[in-house]
């Protein structure tokens, strides 16, 4: 058999090999860009999602509170009410008990009988029909009696009906404010594991703006309400944004602009659902500075437009109260308060 020889390579084999070397390292380098930048993209997606739907929850949430303090203030002027009630019941009481004791003791002798013993049969006379009359007006504080008492077993069935829903109040509140710390606390830990460009990366691509949607750029607020409210919410810039919160220290979105309009005299509702119908509707291209403008198809976020296609708002944990584009996100509608 023959020996077979490896040939030594030559030096356009050396450098080919090489050059094959040098682009399998390059592909291999090419190929890992994607794989660790999709982990990171999908990290900021998600995060996005996380405030949003926690965003949504914190609407729930302040929903629910805001029904929970009407009611507990519905409960204490029932309770206060039916107090009153009780204590007037008693009054009726007492006076309809003396009045039946006093006829009782009296009415152990025939009237005939009463008569013929009495020394002023003329005065006895007056006094019996005196004690007609009286009997005639115990029967109708009797009735009412018996009308106060109905009516006080209804306020007390509304209260008690009352307070169960309040209970059931409460429990909601408690649940949404879980869903929204969890959400929360998933969209920090996301965030924290993104390289700091990428976190400054997200704050960006969460200010960007859609181009095909302008407002008026110098125009005036359309009251001095709306002024005063603007002046208000620049006040506010800089300030964290604090779920569940409505100032002086910290916002959500719906309680920084209740707040504002509250410095200038005007009660807003609690969530962004119900001040996007707080007022009259008007286009995007007719905003003017003060006016409420609600995000997404479920107004689940709201800011303040203050002109120069701007708006102040409260936007997410860890970013304050600040200017950002009208465009930023869907524009569900435009509210003049």
């Known amino acids: 058999m023959g020996s077979h020889r490896r040939l030594a390579p030559t030096g356009f084999d050396r450098g080919s090999t090489a050059a094959v070397g040098l682009i399998s390292v390059a592909a291999a380098l090419l190929g890992a860009v994607p794989a660790t930048a999709a982990p990171q993209d999908d990290r900021r997606a998600e995060v996005d999602r996380l405030h949003t739907e926690a965003e949504r929850a914190t609407e729930a949430y302040n929903k629910a509170d805001a029904r929970t303090d009407a009611l507990r203030k519905e409960v204490s002027t ?12 008693n009054s009726m009481r007492d006076a309809l008990g003396s009045l039946a004791g006093a006829q009782y003791r009296s009415g152990g002798i025939d009237p005939s009988l009463a008569l013929l013993l009495s020394a002023d049969p003329d005065d006895y006379l007056d006094k019996a029909s005196a004690l007609d009359r009286v009997t005639t007006h115990q029967a109708g504080q009797l009735k009412e009696l018996q009308e106060a008492m109905r009516d006080l077993a209804q306020d007390r069935a509304e209260a008690g009906r009352k307070l169960a829903e309040l209970e059931k109040g409460r429990k909601a509140v408690a649940a949404h404010k879980k869903t929204v710390e969890r959400k929360l606390a998933e969209a920090r830990r996301l965030l924290n594991s993104l390289p700091d460009e990428e976190r400054a990366a997200h704050d960006r691509g969460s200010r960007s703006g859609r181009t095909d949607l302008t407002a008026p750029g110098g125009a005036a607020p359309a009251s001095g309400r709306a002024a005063a409210a603007v002046a208000a919410a620049r006040s506010a810039l800089g300030k964290p944004y604090v779920w569940g919160a409505n100032g002086p220290s910290g916002f959500d979105c719906s309680g920084l602009t209740q707040w504002s309009y509250a410095q200038a005299g005007v009660g807003l509702p609690r969530t962004s659902q119900a001040q996007s ?51 930023m996100m869907p ?6 308060v």
Do not use: C, F, K, W
């Open 78 to 89: 029932a309770q206060d009410a039916i107090a009153r009630q009780q204590a007037r019941i």
């Open 277 to 327: 119908g707080a007022g009259q509707r008007v286009s995007l291209s007719e905003a003017r500075p003060g006016d409420l403008v609600a995000y997404r198809d479920d107004a689940s976020h709201i800011g303040m437009y203050v002109g120069n296609g701007q708006v102040i708002h409260a936007p997410y944990p860890g970013a304050p109260v600040r200017y950002d584009p009208v465009g």
């Open 331 to 336: 524009v569900s509608s435009v509210t003049r």
